[in-house]
């Protein structure tokens, strides 16, 4: 049971660092997004990186918020079900932002 629950609070203390990087960097970190790196150089410039840091530092956020606060229920009820609930729903939120299509991950952030 201990261990889900510093599984998730490690986990949360983790993305908060990240994200914190994300909002430190700004728009150079979008060169740390999965995919993004992959991308001409040249292309790389149509695209909006300050909103791309922005909104991947938010999901980090988001993230880490989630795990946190289930580590911490988790705990207080000491229910080890409560933090597995709170990894599967930072699992299903990483889901959603995963795009194997370029267009699909990054076509929002191209600018006009």
Known sequence: MEAVICSCIAGSVFFWI???????L????A???SGFNTIPKDQREKYD???MSRDM????ALW?????????LAYQFSSAGI?????AAVLILFFREVHLDEEKAFGKYKMK
Do not use: D, E, M
């Not at 990240?18 to 430190?24: D, E, G, L, P």
């Not at 530092?57 to 980090?60: C, S, T, Y």
């Not at 880490?64 to 911490?72: K, N, S, T």
């Not at 933090?83 to 990894?87: L, Q, V």
């Open 31 to 33: 060169i740390l997004i």
């Open 26 to 29: 700004k728009g150079k970190a």
């Open 18 to 24: 990240i994200a914190a990087v994300f909002a430190v």
């Open 64 to 72: 880490a918020a989630v795990l946190g606060a289930g580590g911490v």
């Open 49 to 51: 990186r300050q909103r």
């Open 83 to 87: 933090a597995a609930i709170s990894i």
């Open 57 to 60: 530092r938010n999901a980090f």
